[in-house]
């Protein structure tokens, strides 16, 4: 069974400046993907940034990108120019490439709050 | 820009009734999956359904949980007999193929019983 680990609860930072959310999974899969969703106050998930296990390029989105260490099994995320609204909860979620369900397995999540 | 939408955004119901909490999927997607999250918890998998059937479910997913289509373009989770414990947020979302990597989710319903 694929397991999803975030040990940070609670982060803090301030505005503009970085940030990097950690991550850890253990899975027997060689193919998967790995994702970072934002859960803001009003409580809905939105993706943030997603990356696929079979490519060694580290995957970027704006302000947003992620250090992905497979043979680790790493997955961290880092926010550069942080601003007031990436205030939120943000979880580490991973799918089996090769499932039909494509279901998501989350972590426990990290609170980010970015301060003033 | 297509979304997907839940209804109610908060149910209260008394312990032991029935509730059936509402999505409307984005429409050409083709799977449909529930998700809970107890309040301060991670999100969890209830179930998934394609071609109008379930193709997996969780442990937390037991009798007492039920999923239909039954239109089309409603996707309902029912819960029989609501316990104390069912009070969590429950998400829909959906995917609009097989080797889709991205779930969409909807803004989540909360259900507090009481």
């Known amino acids: 069974a694929q397991t999803v680990t975030q040990s940070q609860p609670e982060m803090s930072v301030q505005e503009a400046e970085t940030v990097t959310l950690s991550c850890t999974y253990d899975t027997s899969e060689n193919n998967y993907y790995l994702f970072w969703y934002k859960q803001p106050p009003s409580r809905q998930m939105i993706l943030v940034i997603r990356q696929e296990a079979y490519k060694q390029q580290n995957a970027t989105e704006n302000r947003f990108s992620v250090n992905f260490q497979k043979a680790a099994k790493s997955f961290s995320l880092k926010i550069s120019d942080s601003q007031l609204g990436d205030t939120a909860m943000y979880f580490c979620a991973f799918m089996k490439r090769s499932g039909a369900t494509n279901k998501l397995i989350f972590g426990t999540g990290t609170l980010l709050a970015v301060q003033p | 820009e297509p979304e997907v939408t839940q209804t109610p955004s908060h149910q209260v119901t008394q312990m032991g009734q029935e509730v059936i909490l509402r999505c409307v999927p984005i429409s050409n997607h083709l799977y449909f999956y529930w998700y809970r999250q107890i309040l301060g918890q991670k999100v969890e998998f209830l179930v998934s359904f394609y071609n109008n059937e379930i193709s997996e479910k969780s442990e937390i997913f037991d009798d007492q949980f039920s999923v239909e289509r039954p239109d089309g373009s409603n996707f309902t989770l029912k819960i029989r007999s609501t316990k104390l414990e069912d009070s969590a947020m429950y998400f829909c979302?959906?995917?609009?193929?097989?080797?889709?990597?991205?779930?969409?989710f909807g803004q989540g319903t909360r259900l507090t019983v009481v």
């Open positions: 979302a959906s995917s609009p193929v097989e080797a889709s990597t991205e779930a969409f």
